[in-house]
């Protein structure tokens, strides 16, 4: 029995045994990516490769807004029958907030089929409370994150980070489910990150120890930042606002299956037992 189980498995390879072989463990979704306006046949694509690795699909920035709504309720169709959590940007959370249409905007999103909203302070003031916003969203049966830092606000300092860290407390305490350290598209001169574009690492670490690294979640939108927060933390960082082609390339990196991350002991396979 156990010869012709073997020689079934011999004949019939697949990836997930070849992965066990060669030591790479069995790892959660951790990476958010995002759709920055794909067009609904490309986005079901990505989901048919890879739902296995979105932690939650983030239907980004405006763009579901003034596309063709048929399109933009086709993508959001598409995740949750995939079952693939959705949560749509930050931006369209401000521009809401601060045109008095936060209750409007919140029915919209309910009404799309999304899973969470991203909320934050990055470019416009918010008079609401953290438990304003919670009770609010919660009446749409929507989970919230919050967005830590400015888009506009260069990169963090020891202070920034002071203040930053209680206010993600603050928002955890509310109810949001998890925080998102800002990074925009460019990941230079603005968060962790400096203006040659390198993580400040014991920035980093502080959120990190902080909320740990199932609460805090980092946005690595280039190469560069993907593979900096990767190599610094290892396999268990989540990250988010990685472009949806970009995807497989960030989870081979975290399986140590990309030539750069094998040489690194945190991310390199182990030995097969």
């Not at 749409?140 to 967005?147: F, I, K």
């Not at 203040?163 to 109810?175: I, T």
């Not at 400096?194 to 400040?200: A, C, I, N």
């Not at 989540?238 to 960030?250: P, Y």
Request: glycine share 8%; charged share 25%.
């Amino acid at each position: 029995m156990d010869n012709e189980a073997h020689r079934v498995s011999a004949d019939n390879p697949t990836t997930s045994a070849y992965l066990k072989a060669i030591g790479v463990p069995e790892l959660p979704a951790r990476t958010s990516p995002f759709d920055p306006g794909y067009d609904p046949v490309t986005l079901e694509a990505h989901i048919a490769q890879s739902a296995h690795l979105i932690s939650i699909l983030k239907i980004s920035m405006a763009t579901w807004i003034v596309a063709d709504e048929a399109a933009s309720r086709r993508k959001f169709d598409a995740a949750r029958q995939a079952g693939v959590k959705t949560t749509t940007g930050g931006g369209p959370f401000e521009v809401a907030v601060a045109q008095g249409q936060l209750p409007a905007y919140l029915e919209l999103v309910a009404s799309m089929g999304s899973d969470r909203i991203e909320c934050g302070r990055g470019f416009t003031p918010m008079e609401e409370s953290p438990a304003d916003i919670l009770r609010l969203a919660s009446e749409y049966g929507l989970e919230v994150q919050y967005e830590l830092g400015s888009k506009h606000g260069g990169g963090f300092d020891e202070r920034t980070v002071a203040a930053l860290v209680d206010e993600g407390k603050r928002w955890l305490d509310a109810g949001a489910v998890q925080l998102v350290l800002e990074a925009r598209e460019s990941a230079a001169d603005v968060g962790l990150f400096d203006r040659e574009g390198s993580l400040q690492t014991v920035l980093a670490d502080r959120f990190a120890a902080e909320f740990g690294h199932e609460l805090v979640t980092f946005e690595a939108p280039t190469k560069a930042s993907q593979f900096a927060l990767l190599s610094h933390f290892g396999p268990e960082v989540q990250l988010c606002n990685v472009r949806l082609e970009e995807l497989l390339r960030v989870e081979i990196y975290r399986r140590g299956l990309h030539s750069d991350a094998f040489q690194h002991a945190n991310l390199r396979p182990g030995q097969q037992s």
